[in-house]
């Protein structure tokens, strides 16, 4: 088949996908180089989401084909199960350094979801190595989205992803309160200076439920999927001084905010706040092979590790391609790339010219709020009447025929872009949703 003709398109259940809307009028990709894809009729769409939020480095990158092209020549695949092999090992020395200092034990996966359902995992067996394997609760938070595993619909707080299952869902969930204000903060640039006290109602679950039933707290730094939630500022502080104090570990779940979405190599060197346990994926290589991780600290590590003999697996869980070779190869160049690049710093220096553009649009039809921090924004549409989530699916439409990817959820319009983004490049993105804007009903 040609990449111009359409293929037959009725076996692809698609993801998070209007299959029959979709499959109606079709829009696809044949190829990606940089900033850009191009369509299978040779339109070239500048990828304001770099993906899902992955291709942090952009479309591409040779070293990462190369290094994917060798270790697939030289050994295409290895059991990490009782064997290894020394890309396995680089990988996690690699992504360690990229860590807060202390989290710098590594467990490889293949996806956000599956590094979410590692990390509640290590929590209860940090806690019955610890004596206190009546830790089964895990707190997670309104609109949280924390994958699409039972763990991670169960903890996440997603409407639509939860009520099909949710006759289901994990047993001992509870949820914070999410952070999103728009009366109190609309359009803040950054950090919101109010909320800080909704990390608060830590207490009240800990007041109701009692702290020794508690293994862990899992937020997202800034929520992303849900449509950009900045967190307040002293709100991941606050959590982190509750969990502390009551024994309860925290977990942030940094599948988009790590390497260097917020011009740090994650949230939590960005916001000065240290978890337990960091989940992670996507740009960890680029996207080019699905990977996922959890760095986990030297207490939670060695707790584990350290409880059985010496000659018994510690842990029971692992995937058939847990630090597969050609993902770990992916995962070394890529992060060689962050580093030669300097494209966190890169990330960063372009923050404020980001922030600056996305706010322009304060003012545009339908915008009832800006939301920002990094290189990821937010930007929050009035929804149509009986139509929730349809203008924004109308705005995106008309970014994509103006050749710009963004992406949308509800009615709110989220941008991404790579790290290797410019000025010219943002101010496209921006003034083409503009249009859009005055272009749609
Ligand atoms: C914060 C967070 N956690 C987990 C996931 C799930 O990752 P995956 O789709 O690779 O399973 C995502 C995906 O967007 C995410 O944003």
């Avoid at 092999?85 to 996966?109: N, Q, S, Y």
């Avoid at 009546?134 to 309104?142: H, K, L, S, Y």
């Avoid at 200076?193 to 608060?200: C, E, K, R, V, Y």
């Avoid at 707790?303 to 010496?310: H, P, Q």
Wanted: with cysteine.
């Amino acid at each position: 088949m040609s990449t111009t003709q359409s293929p037959d398109l009725s076996n692809f259940w698609m993801p998070f996908t209007a299959n029959r809307q979709f499959k109606a009028a079709p829009r696809l990709f044949k190829s990606a180089k940089g900033m850009y894809y191009t369509t299978v009729d040779d339109r070239p769409v500048l990828d304001a989401t770099a993906g899902l939020w992955c291709v942090n480095a952009g479309h591409g990158r040779a070293e990462i084909t190369q290094a994917v092209a060798e270790q697939l020549t030289t050994m295409d695949y290895a059991p990490t199960f009782q064997m290894g092999h020394a890309l396995a090992f680089e990988a996690a020395t690699k992504v360690a350094e990229f860590m807060p200092a202390g989290l710098d034990r590594i467990f490889f996966t293949n996806s956000g979801s599956e590094s979410v359902d590692t990390a509640l995992k290590m929590a209860l067996a940090y806690h019955r190595a610890c004596g206190e394997g009546q830790r089964t609760r895990f707190i997670g938070r309104e609109r949280g989205y924390h994958g699409v595993g039972f763990g991670g619909i169960s903890v996440g707080g997603i409407l639509a992803n939860r009520k099909t299952f949710s006759g289901n869902l994990m047993p001992h969930v509870d949820h914070l309160p999410h952070t999103l204000n728009i009366a109190e903060a609309a359009f803040t640039r950054g950090q919101p200076t109010w909320g800080a006290h909704l990390a608060d109602e830590l207490e009240r679950l800990v007041a109701l439920h009692d702290a020794s039933t508690i293994a862990a707290v899992i937020v997202e730094p800034l929520a992303g999927s849900t449509g950009v939630i900045v967190p307040p500022k002293g709100y991941l502080e606050r959590l982190r001084e509750l969990c502390t104090k009551h024994g309860i570990l925290l977990i942030f779940d940094e599948v988009i905010t790590g390497f260097g979405r917020l011009g740090a190599p994650t949230a939590s060197e960005y916001f000065g706040v240290v978890p337990d346990l960091i989940t992670m994926a996507k740009a960890i290589n680029n996207a080019a092979i699905p990977m996922g991780a959890v760095a986990a600290s030297r207490a939670v590590h060695d707790a584990v590790v350290n409880a059985g003999a010496e000659n018994a697996i510690e842990f029971f869980h692992g995937y058939t391609y847990t630090a597969h070779p050609a993902a770990a190869a992916a995962a070394i160049a890529t992060l060689d790339i962050y580093k030669r690049d300097r494209l966190f710093e890169r990330a960063k220096d372009l923050s404020g010219v980001f922030e600056d553009a996305v706010h322009e649009l304060h003012g545009s039809p339908y915008v009832k709020d800006i939301r920002n921090l990094g290189l990821v924004a937010g930007v929050e549409l009035e929804s149509r009447p009986g139509a929730p989530g349809a203008r924004a699916y109308d705005v995106f439409l008309k970014c994509f025929e103006a050749g710009v990817l963004v992406r949308y959820t509800g009615d709110i319009l989220a941008f991404s872009p790579p790290l290797i983004v410019d000025e010219q490049k943002i101010d496209q993105i921006f003034s083409t949703v503009r249009d859009a804007l005055r272009n749609v009903a």
